[in-house]
């Protein structure tokens, strides 16, 4: 099975319980390691045939030289009361995982120092001296166990990026640092408005965040020792907000669809934030779709934005077709492959109508489809009009995820003088895959499809 990387968050936080202390019998203070969590989400990234992109981070409270706490789950984001004992506990973790997993293996895990330094409620005043500190002394550490590890930052969100990267980037020059890659973040709404549980936000034009991107790039290249760099974005989405019902909508599936197109102009690697929505940052959450960041709602629910992925990761091939709207990939071994999407800036647009003129050997060919919009494919109105239950029941829950699955179809079309003409309609916030298929025209004996139709 193929490898997937997964960004392991809050790795270091004390619900992890790896950072411990005891008294020994001459009053001196000693650290000790407790493995016992990290070995199970571990084997279960492994099991599932994921690897982590390792955070390093939250500071752990006894680690910790202030009392500074982030979300529900009291994340620390104070710097380390010691240096040394903060480098101990990477190196004793990263060690663990070797001795457990191999060092072939691990070293070729990513690492990532801290996350999203530049907002002060993840790093205390949003310090870059000290965050430049904490990068140095981490970076030493790392390289220390194995020189193989991947390294990087300085896992920036969109907050004064521009002066961030550059800061970092001349830090570097000036210690003789060289990271092994550049991390960032990458988010795309207007500042949210709070109404009871929920924030509700508006979209930015995404050239917006493109062109932040790019200038990210453009910074990393003007440093000679650095040109060429990649650049993960380790984090990205439409909202930053764990509860912004956007995330569980048609809506955002569209937006997400033409991120996707795009990301890949400027950056190595994009991840989005996150699988699932079993994620605690705002408290636990009351009702299973509270526009939590996931693909997936609780309850194994799959959102219209998880479709937008799984469609993408079908187009294997040759790209002949990149535009605003759609995607198109001819197949190694014949035949077409595509995504379009018809997104809307406030929620309200018009029907997309697209065609494609495609050469295509034979006399005809098939065209199927699989169609997520505000009327196949919605869980989110179902549950709304089931009266938006905040525990479901089995029959509940079963019957959402019938109702988030894509309405499949399928049309014979003509070859015309070696093209086949394809026409694809989006809905507003749809998203639509579609697959061109050569037909061969083989059938049974006596068989007759028109005759069975009665026509």
């Known amino acids: 099975m193929p490898f997937l990387p997964l960004k392991m968050h809050g790795l270091l936080c004390d619900d992890m319980a790896i950072y411990q202390e005891y008294t020994d019998k001459n009053g001196r203070r000693r650290a000790e390691y407790n493995f016992t969590y990290l070995d199970r989400v571990m084997d279960s990234y492994l099991g599932l045939g994921l690897r982590p992109f390792l955070e390093l981070g939250f500071m752990p409270k006894k680690l910790a030289s202030g009392e500074q706490t982030v979300f529900y789950w009291k994340g620390n984001v104070t710097p380390p009361r010691d240096y040394g004992e903060w480098c101990a506990l990477v190196q004793a973790v990263l060690t663990h995982l070797m001795d457990r997993y191999g060092a072939d293996e691990v070293v070729t895990w990513p690492v990532e120092v801290?996350?999203?330094?530049?907002?002060?409620?993840?790093?205390?005043?949003?310090?870059?001296?000290?965050?430049?500190t904490l990068f140095a002394r981490t970076f030493a550490a790392v390289k220390a166990v194995d020189g193989r590890f991947q390294?990087?930052?300085p896992a920036i969100c969109g907050v004064d990026d521009r002066r961030w990267m550059r800061c970092f980037l001349e830090f570097c020059r000036k210690e003789g640092l060289r990271p092994d890659h550049i991390t960032r973040h990458h988010y795309g709404i207007e500042p949210p408005q709070e109404v009871g549980?929920?924030?509700?936000?508006?979209?930015?034009?995404?050239?917006?965040?493109?062109?932040?991107?790019?200038?990210?790039?453009?910074?990393?290249?003007?440093?000679?020792?650095?040109?060429?760099?990649?650049i993960h974005v380790t984090?990205?989405?439409?909202?930053?907000?764990?509860?912004?019902?956007?995330?569980?909508?048609?809506?955002?599936?569209?937006?997400?669809a033409y991120q996707l197109s795009r990301l890949g102009d400027w950056n190595e690697s994009y991840s989005y934030?996150?699988?699932?929505?079993?994620?605690?940052?705002?408290?636990?959450?009351?009702?299973p779709f509270?526009?939590?960041?996931?693909?997936?709602a609780n309850g194994c629910i799959p959102k219209p934005t998880f479709w937008a992925f799984a469609f993408f990761k079908r187009l294997q091939g040759q790209c002949v077709h990149r535009g605003p709207e759609a995607v198109v990939v001819r197949r190694p071994g014949g035949g077409y492959r595509g995504v379009a999407w018809n997104r809307t800036h406030d929620g309200n647009g018009q029907v997309l109508e697209l065609e494609f003129l495609l050469p295509m050997e034979g006399a005809r060919a098939c065209l199927l489809t699989e169609t997520v919009d505000e009327t196949t494919c919605n869980p989110l109105k179902m549950w709304h009009d089931l009266g938006e239950p905040a525990s479901l029941s089995r029959a509940q829950r079963d019957l959402l995820r019938r109702a988030a699955a894509p309405l499949a179809g399928s049309q014979g079309v003509a070859?015309?003088?070696?093209?086949?003409?394809?026409?694809?309609?989006?809905?507003?916030?749809?998203?639509?895959?579609?697959?061109?298929?050569?037909?061969?025209?083989?059938?049974?004996?006596?068989?007759?499809?028109?005759?069975?139709?009665?026509?």
């Open 114 to 132: 801290w996350n999203e330094p530049n907002l002060d409620s993840f790093w205390e005043g949003a310090d870059m001296e000290e965050y430049f």
């Open 151 to 153: 390294v990087g930052g």
């Open 197 to 230: 549980h929920y924030t509700y936000t508006t979209l930015q034009d995404p050239e917006e965040g493109f062109e932040g991107l790019r200038a990210s790039r453009e910074i990393v290249d003007s440093f000679a020792e650095f040109r060429g760099l990649p």
């Open 235 to 256: 984090e990205f989405n439409t909202s930053y907000c764990p509860n912004s019902p956007l995330h569980d909508t048609n809506r955002n599936a569209a937006c997400i």
């Open 273 to 287: 934030w996150t699988f699932g929505d079993v994620f605690e940052e705002a408290g636990v959450p009351f009702t």
């Open 290 to 296: 509270h526009g939590g960041f996931g693909l997936v």
């Open 415 to 455: 070859v015309d003088g070696g093209e086949a003409k394809v026409s694809i309609v989006a809905q507003p916030n749809g998203v639509v895959y579609f697959e061109l298929l050569p037909v061969k025209g083989q059938c049974d004996r006596g068989y007759d499809y028109s005759r069975v139709n009665g026509r």
